[in-house]
């Protein structure tokens, strides 16, 4: 037997047919599709993995993120039916196109900014579960009414609007919510950071932020279109200081409202104009009438004795009288059933002087009526006592004022001592500060003024302005002004106390209680009106409800904190030699030799008759029948 031998491996060979290469094939193929596919989506799974880990974890949403939002356009179109991705882009908190210029005042101090908000929308299409998310908005925002929400979101509409003025946290607070088809649309809202302090200057603005009064509508285009600070002539803290002395006079007094101004007498600055009552400018919206109402340009008031001031100074001015010449104040007139008289009278002839420092009606009556009606319309029409005052306010009232027939002997008397004619408290103010800036004509404006106003228009000569002048010191040093004298400021003034009209007639022991100031008087800078709507006199004015009882002094001590704030320190170490040249008597003589002046050179001041000396025993004026006139002196 032999060995065996090994056997040779067996091989096969096998012949694959066609259709299972064909196969095999796609099988690879799909294999590799599937591999890049898997790896795409792995890499688009790990991009979002780490945008949400980012969004969540390490960079969370802040306010910063915010901002950076905010720089984004705002894709909202008018009808809201295709918001984008950007629509809940915060507006810009720097100024921009769209945003409302400040205000400030002369010193920067900001009267009016816009700060950025939203509003608040849905696309009703978009929402899932209606209810619900009227519940989470109302969780964030409370006001909002719930069942008026739902009744929104339920709507066919493709755009509600839901609430205004969402602060940026609400913004925040909503957004991560994250309820579908609610969307964002920047806005802005006006803030007033003084809050009442300049309320009837500012005015406001409506919903849409567009000015609806105050310097707010008067410069409503130039607000919304110049994004630079519109600078006012105010000044807050003296603002402050007028309203919180008439306030506590208001309070002291029962008054049913009160008025204050300051006004620069070379350039027409208004520096402080306060009514009251006022409101929080803030809201607006929540004011009555009677808070809106701006007794200080809209009110038309009769301005009582501040009035006898005009009548001074055009009876020097035209030589129909001069400062030796002497008026009856000691017999009444008597004009039909009425009667003209003073308050407290003297009862008996009165110079010059005298009638301004007294008050006198008789004798304001008698040098009006030496003057004469057209030179009287002639003087008060120049001085715009018959036209609106022409601040840049709209609420500017028309002034009251008798047609030319009408205007005949009685009305010349009567306005002589402020009676028959209803001016605002700014005319007076205007009208005053011309009587002692030299004669200047002003035009009075609520925005800061670079120089004084030019030597345009001339209402008197200078050296009748200086004599008026010293006349409403003497009113301060020897008259019913004493309480408004505040050491070292050289105060003049006028008081004046006006009964309140009611239909034909006056009503009695309702006054308009004014005084009309002016300091210093050896060089004239500000005016300063303080008036009482209706003051009730008490123990510490006798019962007295008269301007030099209650008003004289509100505005002495209006004067005293406001001239340190405007850069103004008392006078003391020279005070007597200032005061000499100030000083006037009150029953002067007639210089030797005297004779009345000739000067034709004032082209543009009222005419002036021919000059002679005035008679120095008036003429009681005939009896007559006229309108109703007061018998109430202003003091």
């Known amino acids: 037997m032999t060995d065996a031998q090994p056997q040779a491996p067996c091989t096969r060979t096998a012949h694959a047919i066609a259709p299972d290469v064909a196969r095999r094939a796609a ?3 799909t294999r590799g599709r599937l591999v890049i596919a898997s790896l795409g989506f792995s890499l688009l799974f790990g991009a979002v993995a780490l945008k ?10 802040q306010s910063k993120r915010l901002d950076r939002l905010a720089q984004l356009p705002n894709p909202i179109s008018a009808d809201a039916s295709a918001p984008a991705s ?7 908190r720097d100024a921009g196109p769209h945003t409302r210029a400040m205000v400030v005042d002369r010193n920067g101090e900001i009267l009016a900014i816009s700060l950025p908000t939203a509003g608040l929308y849905a696309n009703p299409r978009e929402m899932m579960d209606t209810d619900e998310a009227a519940r989470k908005l109302k969780s964030v925002l409370p006001s909002l009414d719930l069942q008026v929400v739902r009744a929104r979101l339920a709507s066919e509409k493709q755009f509600v609007y839901l609430a205004r003025n969402i602060t940026p946290n609400e913004h925040l607070a909503i957004n991560n919510l994250g309820i579908p088809g609610v ?3 920047a806005t802005e809202r006006r803030r007033y950071p003084q809050g009442r302090v300049a309320a009837h200057v500012m005015g406001g603005v409506d919903v849409d932020a567009r000015g609806v009064a105050g310097v707010e509508r008067a410069f409503d285009q130039r607000l919304r279109d110049d994004p630079t600070p519109l600078k006012l002539s105010l000044d807050v803290r003296v603002q402050a200081a007028m309203r919180d ?3 506590q006079s208001m309070a002291e007094f029962h008054a049913i409202g009160a008025c204050g101004i300051v006004m620069d007498v070379h350039t027409g600055e208004v520096i402080a104009m306060v009514s009251l009552p006022d409101f929080d400018a803030n809201k607006a919206g929540e004011a009555t009438n ?3 109402f701006n007794r200080a340009v809209t009110g038309m008031y009769e301005p009582g004795s501040t009035f006898k001031l005009q009548t001074a100074a055009m009876a020097l001015d035209s030589g129909a009288a001069q400062l030796w010449s002497s008026f009856d104040a000691a017999h009444n007139i008597r004009i039909g059933r009425f009667t003209i008289q003073d308050f407290e009278g003297k009862h008996r002839v009165l110079t010059f002087p005298e009638v301004i420092a007294y008050s006198s009606n008789l004798g304001a009556a008698h040098m009006a009526q030496q003057v004469g009606t057209e030179r009287q319309r002639s003087w008060l029409h120049a001085m715009g006592m018959f036209t609106r005052v022409g601040i840049e306010l709209p609420e500017q009232g028309q002034p009251i004022v008798q047609p030319a027939a009408n205007w005949k002997e009685i009305a010349t008397m009567t306005v002589g001592f402020g009676h028959g004619i209803a001016v605002s408290p700014l005319h007076v103010v205007r ?3 011309v009587l002692a800036n030299g004669g200047m004509m002003l035009h009075p404006t609520i925005l800061e003024a670079e120089a004084p106003q030019s030597d345009e228009h001339r209402i008197m000569r200078q050296s009748t302005s200086d004599t008026v002048r010293k006349l409403m010191r003497l009113v301060v040093t020897d008259g019913y002004g004493k309480p408004a004298d505040v050491p070292g400021y050289f105060v003049g003034g006028k008081t004046g106390t006006a009964e309140k009209t009611l239909g034909h007639g006056y009503r009695k022991h309702a006054n308009i209680s004014a005084f009309m100031s002016v300091f210093p008087m050896n060089a004239p800078r500000y005016a300063v009106y303080f008036m009482l709507d209706e003051p009730k006199g008490n123990a510490s004015t006798a019962g007295y409800s008269t301007a030099g009882a209650v008003s004289a002094p509100g505005a002495g001590r209006v004067i005293a904190r406001i001239a340190p704030m405007l850069g103004l320190m008392p006078e003391t170490v020279t005070a007597a030699a200032t005061q000499a040249t100030l000083s006037m008597p009150l029953r002067p003589g007639r210089p030797a030799g005297w004779r009345p002046p ?3 050179s004032l082209a543009h001041a009222p005419a002036h008759p021919q000059e002679v000396p005035a008679p120095q025993q008036p003429v009681i004026p005939r009896q007559e029948a006229g309108p109703s006139i007061t018998s109430v002196a202003a003091r």
């Open 27 to 29: 099988m690879e193929k």
């Open 52 to 61: 949400l880990a980012g969004a969540t974890v390490m960079f969370p949403m």
């Open 86 to 92: 950007g629509a809940l882009a915060m507006p810009p």
């Open 183 to 185: 969307y964002f649309q």
């Open 245 to 247: 002395e008439l306030s």
């Open 290 to 292: 009677e808070q809106r």
């Open 431 to 433: 009208g005053t500060a």
């Open 598 to 600: 000739v000067d034709t």
